[in-house]
């Protein structure tokens, strides 16, 4: 792995003079989220359009039995790995790619443990 620099995707849009497509769940915003956006990034006007792709049909954890796993702690890890290494893979991709993949931990002490 070559680091080619890093930089924070939350200051890109500090940047630009127009934020456009910014997101499809604006209308659900909280009072700080929507006081970030106005406040932090500057935004002020909101214009709110249909997606053009139509709803969303991601399912999230919660929707299904796949999205919560419990497991003995001594196996823990290894149950983080093997999920991982399951939903990195598309179903049907033939290209050998692997989607990305994030994996929250609650503290660096959970994680640690």
């Known amino acids: 792995v070559i680091d ?14 127009f934020v456009l497509g910014v997101s499809g769940t604006l209308r659900t915003l909280s009072a700080p989220e929507m006081s970030l956006l106005r406040n932090t990034y500057k935004i002020q006007k909101f214009s709110y359009i249909p997606s053009v792709y139509g709803t969303n049909a991601s399912s999230f954890a919660g929707d299904n039995g796949r999205d919560i796993k419990l497991e003995p702690q001594p196996a823990h890890f290894s149950a983080i790995t093997r999920e991982i290494d399951d939903r990195r893979t598309i179903l049907g991709d033939t290209t050998g790619f692997k989607r990305p993949v994030l994996v929250f931990f609650e503290s660096t002490k959970i994680l640690l443990e």
């Open 4 to 17: 080619c620099g890093s930089f924070s995707f939350a200051e890109i849009p500090k940047e630009y003079s």
